[in-house]
């Protein structure tokens, strides 16, 4: 099974987004944009897992957000992957509003975890971004506004998200939740 670790948008950052995605009026011949009910901080992309894994998976995701408090975030700028005229991901960047770096270190705590657990390392360094369209092919991205989407949120839990590949676009599954300590102030809504 093809598996990730996430943080999911609340219901009212995804339409924002949408909104926002919508504005850019993308060239839909060129881009696919992602589903509104899709958006979804990747944090850790595990790729395919065998079924016998999960038992350590749910053990890293739970050990990850053990007193963590909820993360406060908030959309940031809007770019491209790469950079230039060969882009093939349009995303929004997300920002951790933590005192601490929290979303940082939840990362490192999954890249740790799951290294421990024999998954080869991520070669990427961490940028939190939100995943808005796709380029059928490599292509110039659009003109990009100034001003990126504005919007806030308070992460309040993990997720361990199951991913289905088909024709239209992925289909996302959870496999399990892991919520973060309520108590410890994470501030936001």
């Known amino acids: 099974m093809r ?19 919508d504005a850019l009026a993308l060239d839909r011949a060129r881009w696919r944009l992602v589903r509104a009910d899709a958006l979804h901080l990747t944090l850790r992309f595990l790729g395919e897992v065998d079924a016998s894994l999960l038992p350590a998976l749910r053990a890293i995701g ?3 957000v053990a007193r963590l408090p909820g993360i406060p975030c908030s959309l940031g700028t809007l770019g491209t992957f790469p950079r230039g005229a060969r882009a093939r991901i349009l995303w929004v ?9 929290d979303l940082a270190r939840l990362a490192r705590a999954l890249e740790d975890g799951v290294r ?14 939100v995943t808005i369209a796709r380029a059928r092919t490599p292509t110039r991205p659009p003109a990009l506004p100034p001003a990126a989407p504005q919007a806030s949120f308070v992460a309040r839990e993990l997720a361990l998200v199951r991913s289905h590949l088909g024709p ?9 939740a892991f919520p973060m300590c309520q108590d410890a102030g994470g501030g936001g809504p």
């Open 3 to 21: 598996l990730f670790f996430a943080i999911d948008l609340p219901a009212e950052v995804k339409a924002h987004v949408a909104a926002a995605c």
């Open 62 to 64: 739970s050990g990850a």
């Open 93 to 101: 960047g997300l920002e951790d509003r933590s005192a601490g770096g």
């Open 116 to 129: 421990g657990a024999g998954f080869a390392p991520e070669e990427r360094a961490f940028a939190p971004h």
């Open 168 to 176: 239209a676009g992925s289909r996302y599954e959870l496999v399990e």
